[in-house]
């Protein structure tokens, strides 16, 4: 099993610029979530989707952050526009079946640095 | 909201003292979770613990959850440089229809050789 996949794994983009990151989950498990981490605020949950449907958006920091699961396998978190506070690390994670209840498995994580 | 506060933030040992993190929830947890993230790396699940006053071992690490389900702690016996990491305690909560895990801040350890 190849786990949760993300990429990229490092990004550098310069304020004001589109950022995409990207997110396979584990094929059958049913909930993911997007997670933001800082030294500062630690890991903060940012969003989830059930069975490809958002159900709890209320971590996303600004509307600048939008994220789409269009199908099972894959997922994307874009900030637009990218400002040097956004730089942090960014997970993804899948479970099966609540993720409260049951363990969440987590991608390697896409390092972010906004000049 | 429902918050889990980590302590100690910071934890430097010398291999092959103790170690032990104390997680508490401001509500009761129908279970707690922790993981383990290496330098450079991302959350590990390592266990769940979900009975009131329920202890659990894996080798070296002893789980704990409180009475009241409102505590856990973890127990690292004689730390290896293996151990070096942060761990972090997980709870869930449900609100809204919302359900979602709330990590504490984590505890870093380091080990010194």
């Known amino acids: 099993d190849a786990g949760v996949i993300q990429s990229p794994r490092h990004e550098v983009t310069e304020m004001g610029q589109e950022v995409t990151l990207r997110c396979k989950p584990i094929s059958g498990h049913d909930y993911l979530f997007w997670y933001r981490q800082t030294m500062m605020r630690g890991l903060e949950l940012l969003i989830y989707f059930n069975n490809n449907v958002p159900i709890d958006d209320s971590g996303m920091p600004e509307d600048r952050f939008s994220a789409k699961m269009p199908n099972a396998s894959f997922s994307t978190l874009k900030i637009q526009p990218s400002e040097p506070r956004d730089s942090a690390v960014y997970f993804c994670?899948?479970?099966?079946?609540?993720?409260?209840?049951?363990?969440?498995?987590f991608g390697p994580g896409t390092r972010l640095t906004v000049l | 909201g429902q918050q889990v506060m980590q302590i100690p933030q910071y934890q430097h040992v010398q291999e092959g003292e103790d170690f032990t993190t104390y997680c508490n929830s401001s509500?009761?947890?129908?279970?707690i979770q922790w993981y383990k993230q290496r330098p450079g790396g991302h959350p590990v699940f390592l266990i769940q613990l979900v009975k009131s006053g329920e202890v659990k071992k894996q080798k070296r690490l002893t789980f704990q959850f409180g009475e009241a389900k409102k505590n856990s702690s973890l127990h690292i016996t004689a730390t290896q440089t293996t151990d070096v990491g942060t761990y972090f305690c997980a709870g869930p909560y449900s609100g809204a229809g919302s359900y979602q895990l709330t990590f504490g801040k984590g505890t870093k350890l380091s080990v010194i050789p």
């Open positions: 994670a899948s479970s099966f079946s609540g993720g409260w209840g049951n363990e969440q498995f």
């Open positions: 509500t009761t947890l129908s279970n």
